[in-house]
């Protein structure tokens, strides 16, 4: 049974940065697309950036564009996302998921952006 383990988030002053890790074992890591999905309070959840298993990555979410950068770790199956000049509005819990979306999500990690 696959397991993701998301971790990295925290509090941080906007302007700053954090780096978010996904442990994704069990689920086939080499052959799929991973992303990193996010929801805030009362929002639904959305697709924040994608990298596929050749290393192509997208940002669906413009507002992360230039700021967000996704990357991966075939050999440690693990899929990161290095966060710059982080904003209010990118408070949330983050979540990584492969492409098709795997059934059991991880339990996500919180970034706050307040000053």
């Known amino acids: 049974q696959g397991l993701l383990v998301e971790s990295g988030g925290g509090l941080v002053q906007p302007g700053g940065s954090l780096r978010l890790s996904c442990s994704a074992s069990g689920i086939l890591f080499r052959f799929y697309t991973m992303a990193w999905y996010r929801q805030a309070p009362g929002k639904q959840r959305e697709l924040v950036a994608t990298i596929t298993s050749g290393g192509s990555t997208n940002y669906p979410t413009g507002s992360v564009k230039g700021r967000f950068t996704i990357s991966r770790d075939a050999a440690k199956e693990t899929v990161y996302l290095q966060m710059n000049d982080l904003k209010p509005e990118d408070t949330a819990a983050y979540y990584c998921?492969?492409?098709?979306?795997?059934?059991?999500w991880g339990q996500g990690t919180q970034v706050t952006v307040s000053s």
């Open positions: 998921n492969r492409i098709p979306n795997y059934t059991y």
